[in-house]
């Protein structure tokens, strides 16, 4: 079994495990459960899908306008000019300016369209990361679980192996205690009887390791009595019909390490296209709000007129009469900051067009690297369904391999079991020598491990076809 079948790598385990103590008993289903929960690989890939969601999100917020706020306080000391009359004073000045502005793309060349799109092929093709991650984890525990199940089943034969040679050992014992034997023959069944123990020994072992290696790939703590159902004995009654052609179009339909790569193939076919609307106008709409303050401003009131000499002077004959003039008289008052901020209030709007002259090849240089992109990505995506053919193709090999070998063991396991049978018979009878005994009994014994291991061959070959199709069961 370990020499068959086939390891997965890149299996992390979260650190935080969750636990599921309350029953020793493990179906398959729930040793996947388990793992999709505490794999840190998993988690990543979720922290991954969720990173693309929010670019998803940003791409489609460009498409909206913005708002912008601008408030800007300071003072001016000395010669300055008064933003209330933009005049020259020379003074100490506090003034405030406030702005709000808004501005929206109304047309770049498709960029903002093909962006969304493109981060949204993205998103899909993590969705199928995080369910390729999936589906590698389930095929290692599916692994792990096949394996406890061959161990377990390996010792229990190694067992009753023993229990035969016991009862064996135990009638030699009293044959030679009566003197009937060579005493050389009962040592001879001693030894097979320490054979036989180290094999359980070992089958032991092999069983609570393969537990071990179940629990890290599930990220719980090691459970000595944890059990495992077995799998249904239909798995490996009949022979599994495949038709690798069949089953790789099925495949392309479902296997996520396909979809992701045809979903970043698309994507990247969206990023030439907001390559090339870098060579369009963008034309763009824009509006402003603006007011200020400065403590400088002020308005005259009108009190009243009244006459008052000029400093001039006219002669009327030998007299100087003074000149008499009207004069408004008026209260200088500052402009407060409530007036002054409805008063200074004005606004703005416009279209804004830019045109692309020359951008020292930028525009260019990135178009480039975008269809170098997509070529790459169509490489892989090619490279991914190639590979997808082959190893259907080997998994259908392998699993007709499998099949021709459990089914011959199965006839070699009745024909030596027979022979067995036939000389322990003979054996008792005392007409064959112990050595035909132990040769009948050592070739019974190697055939049923070789059938075990076969067996679970067999099942593991049907299930990875079964992944393929989308017909892998976990209950």
């Keep these: 079994m370990k020499k068959t079948l086939i390891i997965l790598s890149g299996i992390m ?32 890939s979720n922290l991954q899908l969720e990173r693309s969601g929010i670019l998803l999100n940003q791409a489609r917020s460009n498409r909206l306008p913005d708002l912008l706020a601008d408030i800007n306080h300071g003072l001016n000391q000395g010669r300055s000019i008064d933003p209330f009359t933009n005049s020259y004073i020379n003074q100490e000045i506090f003034y405030g300016q406030y702005g709000l502005g808004t501005n929206v793309v109304l047309f770049n060349g498709g960029q903002l369209k093909n962006l969304v799109k493109q981060n949204r092929q993205n998103e899909e093709a993590g969705k199928m990361d ?31 192996q023993l229990v035969l040679t016991k009862k064996q050992v135990e009638r030699l014992t009293q044959l030679n205690n009566e003197g009937s034997i060579i005493p050389a023959q009962l040592y001879e069944l001693k030894g097979q009887q320490a054979n036989d123990e180290l094999a359980v020994v070992n089958n032991s072992n092999a069983v609570e390791t393969a537990k071990l290696a179940l629990c890290q790939l599930m990220n719980i ?7 495992v159902e077995q799998v249904s004995a239909s798995d490996y009654a009949t022979k ?30 969206s990023a030439v296209k907001v390559s090339r609307g870098a060579f369009y106008p963008q034309v763009s709409f824009g509006a402003n709000i603006y007011t200020n303050y400065s403590n400088a401003a002020q308005s005259q009131l009108f009190l009243n007129t009244t006459q008052v000499e000029s400093g001039d002077f006219v002669t009327v004959g030998t007299d100087k009469l003074p000149v008499i003039t009207t004069r408004n008289n008026y209260l200088t008052q500052k402009i407060g900051y409530t007036d002054q901020f409805k008063n200074n209030y004005n606004t703005s709007f416009g279209l804004n067009v830019r045109v692309p002259i020359f951008n020292r090849n930028t525009a260019k240089n990135n178009l480039l690297l975008s269809k170098n992109t997509l ?21 259908a ?9 459990y089914t011959l063991l199965l006839q070699q396991v009745s024909d030596f079991d027979a022979a067995f049978r036939i000389a322990d018979v003979r054996y008792k009878a005392g007409v064959s020598t112990q050595v035909d005994y132990l040769i009948a009994k050592n070739n019974s014994d190697r055939t049923a491990i070789n059938l075990i291991l076969a067996k679970y061959d067999y099942i593991f070959r049907t299930k990875i076809l079964d992944y393929y199709q989308n017909k892998l069961n976990l209950q």
């Design 221 to 227: 703590p090691y459970n000595k009595n944890m059990k």
């Design 130 to 160: 995080v369910q390729q991650s999936k589906d590698n984890l389930m095929l290692n525990v599916l692994l792990a679980y096949l394996q406890v199940l061959n161990n377990e089943e390996q010792l229990h034969q190694s067992q009753n």
């Design 375 to 395: 070529r790459n990505n169509e490489y892989i995506l090619e490279t991914t369904r190639i590979q997808l053919k082959q190893s259907i193709e080997q998994a």
């Design 13 to 44: 385990m979260s650190c935080i495990p969750v636990l599921a103590q309350d029953s020793s008993t493990f179906s398959l289903k729930k040793c996947v459960d388990i793992a999709f929960e505490n794999n840190l690989q998993v988690k990543q």
């Design 397 to 405: 090999l392998n699993m007709t391999a499998a099949y021709d070998k």
């Design 240 to 269: 599994y019909l495949a038709d690798p052609e069949s089953i790789y179009q099925q495949a392309l339909e479902f296997i996520a390490s396909v979809k992701a790569a045809d979903l970043r193939t698309r994507s990247a076919a």
